[in-house]
């Protein structure tokens, strides 16, 4: 039901843009080539084991913490017992919480990557649109960011003028994507 709909809203927007120019860029070639992506990205991938270096220390001691009272468990009176427990489960929610602050989708991960990685998209979305507007285009697709195609006709790719215009070397040696037909 949902692809059918899919279908006809694309065939009706589709209708009217026939005249329209249209190009494609693959978004993630160009970013993997800004040095200022790269080190952005590292940045959060290192902050990113650092914090959870300590959520993976912080679960150990939640793990031993209920080792040793299955060990024990035997030998406890009953307060013993409920004090363990409270410990564990204390433990067990400060785990949680640091999660939640570091990872969760208002963590701190979240916002640094907004922080690091937005002033570089943006930098690429300018790019993308001078390129649009020299070459007189009415669209540009990002395949990479998530758009199924179909069919892509290579001489409408622009991810190597974006590269251009934002002054990124083109070695098309390391990539998968054929050279624009010009």
Known sequence: MIRKFAIIMLAAVAAPLSAQKLGYIDSDIILNKMPEYKSAQKQLDDLAAEWQ?????????????????????VLLTSDQKKQREEAIVTKENELFKYREEKFG?????????????????????????KVAKNEGLGFIFDKAGGIMMLYADPK???TFEVMEELGIPNDQKDTNTPTPDK
């Open 53 to 73: 270096g300590k959520a993976d220390a912080m679960q150990t001691e939640v793990d031993k913490l209920y080792k040793e009272f299955r060990a024990e468990e």
């Open 105 to 129: 989708q208002t963590g701190e991960l979240f916002k640094k990557r907004e922080e690091l990685i937005k002033p570089v998209q943006d930098k690429m979305f300018e790019a993308v649109q």
């Open 156 to 158: 409408y790719d622009k």
